[in-house]
């Protein structure tokens, strides 16, 4: 059972329009929640994260909101840049314990290509 | 080197045959991680080190053996694998406590 979805493989966007990946969350314990970004052949490097007691945090040109009556978090990326193009996955955490590690659970991944 | 590396990135093995994949973080952080990524599946947790000690085994198969001498460098030791362990396995490391993990480039293992 998937606790993290992400029901769109792949996603296609004009440069400078706006991209936004969407996530979807099943276990109402989750309380942190982050975007992974994946080029080929290197690992997801962390991207932006929000905590349940907010409901939009923005660096950049990246916003990620959070909607939890709806358990469903989204990425916007404005403007969409060549370089953007990537695998992006969304990962949840249960929180708790300072002492204990986070464990991530993540979604497949969303494919978003950047078209010049 | 910065960040976290791993080696080898691409391996290749017999069901016989006994490899090691390795795993070094140089950003003094205190938590290790083995991912799977198998294709089309989200990533999967397998290992997690604190403090040089398993917190965390998610149902591995014992052909799989973990080994975490210091905070800085973790292992993954295989035996007998079977080609479905064919996958990108990626190394992860974060502070104890922390959410954001700092992962690899991967090593991605082929059994024949």
């Known amino acids: 059972d998937q606790q993290v979805k992400q029901n769109s493989p792949s996603l296609s966007v004009q440069e400078g329009r706006i991209s936004i990946l969407n996530c979807d969350y099943t276990?109402?314990?989750?309380?942190?929640f982050l975007w992974y970004k994946k080029y080929p052949a290197e690992g997801p490097t962390f991207l932006i994260s929000i905590s349940s007691i907010k409901d939009k945090n923005e660096d950049g040109r990246f916003t990620v909101f959070l909607n939890k009556s709806a358990k469903h978090l989204s990425l916007h990326i404005v403007p969409s840049q060549p370089g953007d193009s990537a695998v992006y996955f969304c990962?949840?955490?249960?929180?708790?314990?300072?002492?204990?590690?986070?464990?991530?659970?993540f979604g497949t991944g969303t494919r978003l290509t950047i078209i010049p | 080197e910065t960040g976290v590396t791993q080696t080898p990135r691409h391996l290749v093995m017999g069901m016989t045959n006994k490899k090691s994949l390795k795993c070094e973080q140089h950003?003094?952080?205190?938590?290790m991680y083995w991912y799977k990524q198998s294709a089309k599946k989200p990533l999967e947790l397998m290992f997690v080190y604190n403090f040089k000690e398993q917190t965390e085994n998610n149902s591995v198969p014992s052909r799989f053996s973990p080994e975490c001498p210091n905070s800085s460098h973790l292992f993954l030791h295989l035996h007998t694998l079977q080609p479905e362990d064919s996958a990108l396995y990626l190394c992860a490391s974060s502070l104890v406590g922390g959410n954001e993990q700092f992962f690899g480039p991967g090593t991605r293992l082929t059994v024949l």
């Open positions: 990962a949840a955490s249960e929180g708790g314990s300072n002492f204990g590690n986070e464990k991530l659970t």
């Open positions: 276990n109402s314990m989750f309380d942190y």
């Open positions: 950003l003094g952080h205190n938590a």
